[in-house]
C-alpha cells in the first residue's frame, strides 16, 4: 500500500486516538461539552442568540462523539465515502461554531452591565471555550479536507 493511500483512509479501533486529526475528536468533545455547561447554566440575556449557541455546542458534541464511536467500531469498512462524510461534518461544525462564537461573545458583551461579577466571568469563560472549540474544529477541518483531497 502506498503511503497515499495509508494517509488518506480513515483509522478504526484505538488507531484513532493515535491519528492526526482523527485524535482532535478529544478537544472538540471537551472544549464542546465545557462550552455547552456554562452556557446552559448561565443567564439568557438574548434568548434567540444563546439558544442558537446551545443548539451548535449540542449539536457538535453528539456529531463528534457520534463520529467518534463510529470510527472506534470501524462502521467506515474503509470507504472513501465516509472521508467525504468526516469532511463535509467538519466543516459545517467550525462554521455553525464561528458563528456561535461571535454570537455568544456579542450577547456577553451587550448584556455585560446586566450580570453580576460572577455571573459575567461565567459567560466570558463559554465565550473563550466556544472560540477554543472553534480553532479546533477548523484545524480538523483543515486536515480533513487535505485527506479528502489526497483520497
Not at 12 to 25: C, R
Not at 62 to 81: D, I, N, P
Request: charged share 5%.
Amino acid at each position: 500500500m502506498s503511503s497515499a493511500a495509508s494517509t488518506s483512509s480513515l483509522p478504526s479501533g484505538l488507531a484513532v486516538l493515535t491519528t492526526f486529526p482523527d485524535v482532535l475528536f478529544i478537544p472538540e468533545i471537551i472544549f464542546g461539552g465545557l462550552v455547552w455547561i456554562l452556557v446552559a447554566s448561565s443567564r439568557v440575556p438574548i434568548p434567540m442568540l444563546q439558544g442558537w449557541v446551545m443548539f451548535v455546542s449540542v449539536f457538535c458534541f453528539v456529531m463528534s462523539t457520534t463520529l467518534l464511536c463510529l470510527y472506534f467500531c470501524g462502521a467506515h469498512g474503509g470507504s472513501s465515502s465516509w472521508v467525504t462524510l468526516d469532511a463535509i461534518c467538519q466543516g459545517t461544525a467550525s462554521l455553525f461554531y464561528l458563528s456561535a462564537s461571535v454570537l455568544e461573545a456579542y450577547s456577553t458583551y451587550a448584556a455585560s452591565y446586566l450580570f453580576s461579577p460572577n455571573i459575567y466571568r461565567e459567560n466570558i469563560a463559554a465565550v473563550v471555550f466556544a472560540f477554543v472549540a472553534t480553532l479546533v474544529y477548523v484545524i480538523h477541518k483543515v486536515f480533513s479536507l487535505l485527506r479528502w483531497k489526497s483520497s
